[in-house]
């Protein structure tokens, strides 16, 4: 059956394509679109004296209209808010993430052909094109997801792509806790430090939630405040009415064009911002982030990634060090201590959960290096199985006043901060 459907499906198709100009119909809204499919393939059937039923003409109307329309067999994905990623490793070999867990699919392409139609269709919709001359691009869907696209010769076994998507619903520091990213204490840490105007970095390894626990701390930014954001894909949702949002541009099909982030942290700093929120800071732009924190930017905020606090701090120096060779490593974490209070890291587990493992503060510099110490981390229980949930609690580790305490009485904030720590110290959240 499933076989006497594909067979009759490719058969329609191409006639249903030579009936209708496909071109036009993509400027057409998409009821439009749709009702003209309906009309050209009820028009191939009856001419062809096909007869089908209900079921199986509105199911070659769906998957019609996918093909011409839309992204093919990975529609039904794009649609779904628990997706997180679509892998298409070969036009029969396709995965997904769904919380956390990467798992195989039955849907497949017809052929590299169809794969690759639909590879252009993407990357035709932002102004590029993807070719032998061209085999890697990078674009961006209507809704801010990520899609890479790599085609032979580089791809050995035919076109591979790749999409990253972005939740629409907007998680906050509570949601995280009923998630059991972070306790409650821990949120409310988190809160403090956001509201006052401390320096963040969120540290991670990719899928981790650093976008989204950056996206979360904004949610305490004052909304007297003018904020600028830069950002590769604009995926953050502030909901203060005082936003300057700014994305990075590619080159276009000359190799012209070209904003880099480096481009945009410039830039932002001639905006009169009060905070600077970077998405992903990745090269030489991070000095420039970092002195922005330093020169009356306070609460300011970016991600990068890493897989520790430590080597945060490393992977700052080596970025700066990309673009100013000519400064020393001590003369890079001087302006790092000087520049960064607090450190998040969070990372995702084998049991696809997210947790924050550590909230970090820099306290000095020794033997020419970047100190931080540690507020509140995630323990691990003593006899966690590698084939059960993770399980562990949010805990304070830090007995006494911290070095941003002074930053956050200036904003009336220290009670809460001391009593956050506090809360930490005497009820550690038990999470499974």
Request: aromatic residues 4%; hydrophobic residues 40%; negative net charge.
């Amino acid at each position: 059956m499933q076989h006497n459907f594909a067979i009759l499906k490719q058969r329609v198709f191409l006639d249903v394509i030579d009936r209708i100009d496909a071109a036009g119909l993509l400027r057409r809204p998409l009821p439009e679109a749709r009702a003209g499919v309906s009309t050209a393939l009820k028009d191939v059937l009856a001419r062809n004296r096909q007869t089908v039923s209900d079921v199986e003409f509105a199911r070659l109307l769906d998957d019609i209209c996918d093909d011409m329309l839309g992204f093919g067999p990975l529609e039904r994905f794009l649609v779904r808010d628990d997706i997180a990623d679509i892998m298409v490793n070969g036009f029969d070999n396709i995965f997904i993430e769904v919380n956390g867990r990467v798992e195989k699919t039955d849907v497949a392409f017809r052929d590299d052909e169809h794969l690759m139609n639909v590879c252009q269709r993407i990357v035709s919709l932002v102004g590029r094109r993807v070719d032998e001359s061209s085999p890697i691009c990078d674009a961006r869907l209507k809704d801010g997801s990520r899609v890479n696209v790599v085609i032979p010769p580089l791809a050995i076994d035919g076109p591979v792509l790749t999409i990253r998507r972005f939740t629409k619903q907007r998680l906050t520091l509570d949601d995280m806790v009923g998630l059991g990213t972070l306790s409650q204490p821990m949120a409310d840490l988190l809160k403090v430090v956001s509201r006052s105007r401390c320096n963040i970095l969120v540290s991670g390894g990719t899928g981790s939630g650093k976008t989204t626990l950056l996206n979360a701390l904004t949610g305490w930014i004052a909304v007297e405040e003018r904020v600028v954001t830069c950002e590769d894909t604009a995926e953050l949702q502030l909901q203060q009415p005082h936003v300057v949002r700014m994305e990075t541009r590619p080159s276009n099909t000359e190799g012209l064009g070209e904003v880099t982030m480096f481009q945009l942290v410039r830039n932002c700093l001639r905006m009169r911002p009060d905070r600077i929120i970077v998405g992903e800071v990745r090269g030489p732009e991070t000095l420039d982030l970092l002195q922005a924190m330093n020169t009356g930017h306070d609460g300011s905020m970016g991600t990068l990634h890493a897989n520790s606090p430590d080597e945060a701090l490393s992977r700052i120096e080596a970025m700066v060090m990309m673009g100013y060779g000519n400064l020393t490593s001590e003369v890079i974490h001087r302006l790092i201590t000087a520049s960064v209070n607090i450190v998040v890291q969070i990372e995702r587990f084998r049991d696809g959960t997210r947790k924050i493992t550590s909230i970090s503060e820099t306290v000095g510099l020794k033997d020419g290096r970047t100190v931080l110490r540690d507020l509140m981390r995630f323990e691990f229980d003593a006899g966690d199985d590698e084939d059960d949930a993770i399980s562990g609690s949010h805990c304070t580790v830090f007995d006494g006043k911290p070095s941003i305490y002074q930053q956050a009485r200036k904003h009336g904030e220290h009670r809460r901060l001391m009593q956050a720590l506090a809360d930490g110290r005497a009820n550690p959240d038990e999470t499974a």
